[in-house]
């Protein structure tokens, strides 16, 4: 549905097989390219082979071309935008490009758009430097054609009144994502000083509001009536200026509570170096969290961090371990190819401390105290996410029998308990594989709102566009069939059971403070091992988590090649 005005349709995702996880690699990234690349006159490109020099994709109008990019090589994300746009005199031209982190191959590095969209997880930056692929640039001038245009502009419409009319759509339109943190922090569901504390105290400059001293308004992406991006300025400080986009929530946790730092001055500056040499927020920060608490621990010391005095809140030493994850330099390097291999590199228990599923870096949250949250990280396909199945409706307080209604069978209302969450982490898993899919926001969904739009909404929309008529029952085979066939490319590389895991600290240390709701909690393994069985069973996978010839059978993936099942 790329294209079209409303649900933030400006969806495009990007895969591979991850280098920093080993397992299905992709990213989602908002934005203007997506639909360009549409108007250009293709939904889809299949990128193989690396090229000798480096080089850049260009589409326009159907016609595609692959240029020379030397010239472009050790730019940064915005001002390779900047001069492919100015190489074709046109300012319209959008762009996914890498940064330097992409060059160099750091293993999370991203894939960026614009100031602020990133396809921020698995580490697609870093498959497109080893391809010498600095960029894919588009520029379409062609008109989409649609089954039904008038009742699609119609129903767009009273998508974006359902969509302005909740609460969360509000409070986002003037802070973002920030608007999470006071929540979070107030009642305890944060990490901080990577997973030792979950609240960060004394963070009242962290409050969402304080944006406002440098905000100079808000921006959205393609088709979004919501504009959750903030744009702001500063104008003093040792790299100022800086223009820039955000930040997230998730930005907000990997540079402030995370490693104990408590001005929103450095999450700014944080936020724009990362976006500028394009890597991973989320693996960024918790790198340099999980270093700092070894640092303090003594299991790593000034010889192994080149003298880097990584002390809980020092921002200089972030701002420059950005910068050497980012150039592969010093002990920034030993960090670059994320949590295995650095663990396998400084050993002495390290990966006890380590809070990451599948290689890969869990968000901010603490997820203790949120039983369908913990199983959700667990059981991603990608590695620890909350993009793949985060059901933010546990948290709203609603009643049980909406909840119930929703989702479809017996689910607690109370977001503490282990009772019918796996069918809750089951049930957003479909929708958000489809979600993604069909190239909307999943913030437009019942991320917001229960009675946001969902399969009902969603087969409106794709009959109006494209003619095709699917039911509920159809869209969610569909994204059954997109979760099991990621399933099974996991287990192709060696993924089982046993990879669907927390971090042993999610069972040994209670939260120590919050809310009582949130205080002295752990994740009980007994009850989320039998959430883990339900979950598989959900899905049609046996009790090792291996689709069934019935499942298989199901979802038409019993003739897949013998090399993925």
């Given at each position: 549905?790329?294209?079209?005005?409303?649900?933030?349709?400006?969806?495009?995702?990007?895969?591979?097989?991850?280098?920093?996880?080993?397992?299905?690699?992709?990213?989602?990234?908002?934005?203007?390219?997506?639909?360009?690349?549409?108007?250009?006159?293709?939904?889809?490109?299949v990128?193989?082979?690396?090229?000798?020099?480096?080089?850049?994709?260009?589409?326009?109008?159907?016609?595609?071309?692959?240029?020379?990019?030397?010239?472009?090589?050790?730019?940064?994300?915005?001002?390779?935008?900047?001069?492919?746009?100015?190489?074709h005199?046109?300012?319209?031209?959008?762009?996914?490009?890498?940064?330097?982190?992409?060059?160099?191959?750091?293993?999370?590095?991203?894939?960026?758009?614009?100031?602020?969209?990133s396809?921020?997880r698995?580490?697609?930056?870093?498959?497109?430097?080893?391809?010498?692929?600095?960029?894919?640039?588009?520029?379409?001038?062609?008109?989409?054609?649609?089954?039904?245009?008038?009742r699609?502009?119609?129903?767009?419409?009273?998508?974006?009144?359902?969509?302005?009319?909740?609460?969360?759509?509000?409070?986002?339109?003037?802070?973002?994502?920030?608007?999470?943190?006071?929540?979070?922090?107030?009642?305890?569901?944060?990490?901080?000083?990577?997973?030792?504390?979950?609240?960060?105290?004394?963070?009242?400059?962290?409050?969402?509001?304080?944006?406002?001293?440098?905000?100079?308004?808000?921006?959205?992406?393609?088709?979004?009536?919501?504009?959750?991006?903030?744009?702001?300025?500063?104008?003093?400080?040792?790299?100022?200026?800086?223009?820039?986009?955000?930040?997230?929530?998730?930005?907000?946790?990997?540079?402030?509570?995370?490693?104990?730092?408590?001005?929103?001055?450095?999450?700014?500056?944080?936020?724009?170096?990362?976006?500028?040499y394009?890597?991973?927020?989320?693996?960024?920060?918790?790198?340099?969290?999980?270093?700092?608490?070894?640092?303090?621990?003594?299991?790593?010391?000034d010889?192994?961090?080149?003298?880097?005095?990584?002390?809980?809140?020092?921002?200089?030493?972030?701002?420059?371990?950005?910068?050497?994850?980012?150039?592969?330099?010093?002990?920034?390097?030993?960090?670059?190819?994320?949590?295995?291999?650095?663990?396998?590199?400084?050993?002495?228990?390290?990966?006890?401390y380590a809070?990451?599923?599948?290689?890969?870096?869990?968000?901010?949250?603490?997820?203790?105290?949120?039983?369908?949250?913990?199983?959700?990280?667990?059981?991603?396909?990608?590695?620890?996410?909350?993009?793949?199945?985060?059901?933010?409706?546990?948290?709203?307080?609603?009643?049980?029998?909406?909840?119930?209604?929703?989702?479809?069978?017996?689910?607690?209302?109370?977001?503490?308990?282990?009772?019918?969450?796996?069918?809750?982490?089951?049930?957003?898993?479909?929708?958000?594989?489809?979600?993604?899919?069909?190239?909307?926001?999943?913030?437009?969904?019942?991320?917001?709102?229960?009675?946001?739009?969902?399969?009902?909404?969603?087969?409106?929309?794709?009959?109006?566009?494209?003619?095709?008529?699917?039911?509920?029952?159809?869209?969610?085979?569909?994204?059954?069939r997109?979760y099991?066939?990621?399933?099974?490319?996991?287990?192709?590389?060696?993924?089982?059971?046993?990879?669907?895991?927390?971090?042993?600290?999610?069972?040994?240390?209670?939260?120590?403070?919050?809310?009582?709701?949130?205080?002295?909690?752990t994740?009980?393994?007994?009850?989320?091992?039998?959430?883990?069985?339900?979950?598989?069973?959900?899905?049609?996978?046996?009790?090792?988590?291996?689709?069934?010839?019935?499942?298989?059978?199901?979802?038409?993936?019993?003739?897949?090649p013998?090399?993925?099942?």
């Amino acid at each position: 549905l790329g294209g079209i005005p409303c649900l933030g349709a400006s969806r495009c995702d990007i895969a591979a097989r991850s280098p920093l996880t080993g397992a299905v690699g992709d990213s989602n990234i908002g934005g203007f390219f997506g639909p360009e690349l549409r108007f250009a006159g293709y939904d889809h490109l299949v990128i193989t082979g690396k090229s000798k020099e480096p080089a850049y994709i260009w589409v326009q109008d159907r016609e595609i071309e692959v240029k020379d990019a030397t010239h472009l090589w050790g730019k940064d994300t915005i001002e390779t935008q900047t001069a492919i746009r100015q190489d074709h005199g046109d300012d319209d031209v959008k762009s996914l490009v890498i940064g330097v982190a992409g060059e160099n191959m750091v293993r999370f590095a991203n894939v960026r758009t614009g100031l602020k969209n990133s396809a921020g997880r698995t580490g697609m930056g870093c498959v497109m430097g080893s391809k010498n692929l600095k960029a894919v640039a588009a520029r379409g001038t062609m008109d989409l054609e649609f089954a039904k245009p008038e009742r699609l502009l119609d129903y767009c419409k009273e998508m974006n009144d359902m969509i302005i009319g909740t609460r969360w759509a509000k409070a986002q339109s003037r802070w973002g994502t920030m608007i999470i943190f006071s929540n979070t922090n107030t009642t305890g569901l944060i990490r901080t000083k990577n997973f030792q504390l979950n609240r960060l105290e004394d963070g009242r400059d962290l409050e969402p509001e304080n944006i406002d001293r440098y905000s100079i308004g808000t921006s959205g992406c393609y088709g979004c009536i919501v504009h959750c991006r903030h744009r702001y300025v500063l104008e003093e400080g040792p790299y100022a200026p800086i223009f820039a986009e955000g930040p997230e929530y998730t930005s907000l946790g990997a540079f402030g509570t995370m490693v104990n730092c408590k001005k929103m001055e450095t999450i700014l500056v944080a936020n724009h170096l990362v976006n500028k040499y394009g890597i991973d927020t989320l693996e960024t920060g918790g790198l340099i969290a999980w270093a700092m608490e070894l640092y303090e621990k003594g299991i790593i010391n000034d010889k192994m961090t080149g003298g880097l005095k990584l002390n809980w809140g020092n921002e200089e030493a972030v701002f420059e371990l950005i910068r050497q994850i980012a150039v592969r330099e010093g002990f920034g390097n030993v960090l670059a190819n994320g949590f295995r291999d650095a663990i396998a590199k400084i050993g002495n228990n390290s990966e006890y401390y380590a809070i990451q599923v599948k290689g890969m870096s869990n968000l901010h949250s603490d997820e203790r105290p949120t039983p369908s949250f913990a199983l959700g990280i667990a059981t991603s396909t990608r590695g620890s996410d909350h993009l793949r199945s985060r059901p933010a409706v546990d948290m709203y307080g609603l009643p049980e029998e909406v909840l119930q209604e929703l989702y479809e069978g017996p689910v607690s209302s109370d977001y503490t308990s282990y009772d019918g969450k796996s069918r809750m982490i089951w049930w957003q898993e479909l929708l958000y594989a489809v979600t993604d899919s069909i190239g909307t926001c999943k913030f437009q969904t019942v991320f917001c709102a229960v009675h946001a739009p969902k399969w009902k909404e969603f087969s409106k929309l794709i009959q109006y566009a494209t003619g095709m008529r699917f039911s509920k029952a159809q869209l969610m085979q569909i994204g059954e069939r997109i979760y099991t066939l990621e399933r099974m490319f996991n287990l192709r590389e060696g993924f089982t059971r046993k990879d669907d895991r927390l971090p042993e600290r999610y069972f040994k240390e209670p939260t120590p403070i919050g809310f009582p709701i949130a205080k002295g909690k752990t994740i009980d393994r007994a009850k989320f091992e039998a959430m883990l069985d339900e979950y598989y069973s959900l899905h049609g996978w046996n009790k090792n988590g291996v689709p069934t010839k019935k499942t298989l059978t199901k979802l038409g993936l019993s003739k897949e090649p013998t090399r993925i099942i």
